[in-house]
């Protein structure tokens, strides 16, 4: 199975600071790597698909960037409503894996 | 816009078969994959395994003794059924689309609002 290892686990930033998660693959992944958003008690949202692209009607202050094994997801600036866990997936090769995520919190 | 709502018991014994629904309103089973995710504190996010609406199927290996998903596009549901549960089994159950980009890629969008299965 390929791992996907995200960094930090948890951090701590106030509104309007800008954000940067990590998320590593075991192994070369291309693109093949999205990210969620997770608010407790709710199932992800799905922010970035194939590494850089924005779903439908996810704010641009979300970003997505890397190829291969390194990737990062960065918020550009912190809202209250971007306080949530946040997951890496990759779908290149089956078992499709999760990070085991990010969780954003309020400083 | 397409939702999907799972439905299932939220109990179930040891040993026994967890069985859940998941229904998707809003547009046609057809033409399309449908996957199960778990989630649980112990092991975060796991996918189960999808189905495409003409019955082919992939599981997670770790589950794949267990497991099996079907579809009733008359129905416009799929299910789960895992057998032989135990407690490492307690986790909340999402039903989800599978979308699919150029070149393979695959993603889940939009999600069931989940429900937690207990054993």
């Known amino acids: 199975d390929i791992q996907m290892t995200q960094s930090p686990s948890s951090l701590s930033a106030s509104v309007g600071d800008r954000v940067t998660i990590t998320c590593r693959a075991s192994?070369?992944?291309?693109?093949?790597l999205n990210w969620y958003q997770q608010k407790p008690g709710k199932a992800p949202d799905l922010l970035i698909y194939s590494a850089s692209t924005l779903q439908s009607a996810v704010p641009s202050r979300f970003s997505g960037s890397g190829s291969g094994t390194d990737f990062t997801l960065t918020i550009s600036s912190l809202q209250p409503e971007d306080y949530a866990t946040y997951y890496c997936?990759?779908?290149?090769?089956?078992?499709?894996?999760f990070g085991g995520g990010t969780k954003v919190e309020i400083k | 816009q397409v939702q999907l709502q799972e439905s299932g018991p939220g109990l179930v014994k040891p040993s026994e078969t967890l069985s859940l629904t998941c229904t998707v309103s809003g547009g046609s089973i057809s033409n399309y994959y449908w996957s199960w995710i778990r989630q649980s504190p112990g092991k975060g996010l796991e996918w189960i395994g999808y189905i495409y609406y003409s019955g082919s199927t992939d599981y997670n290996p770790s589950l794949k003794s267990r497991v099996t998903i079907s579809v009733d596009t008359s129905k416009n549901q799929f299910s789960l059924k895992l057998s032989s549960v135990t407690a490492a089994d307690t986790a909340v159950y999402y039903c989800?689309?599978?979308?699919?980009?150029?070149?393979?890629?695959?993603?889940?969008?939009?999600w069931g609002q989940g429900t937690l299965v207990t054993v």
């Open positions: 997936q990759q779908s290149y090769r089956s078992p499709l894996t």
């Open positions: 989800a689309n599978v979308g699919i980009g150029a070149g393979g890629t695959e993603w889940f969008d939009p």
């Open positions: 192994q070369s992944i291309g693109t093949y």
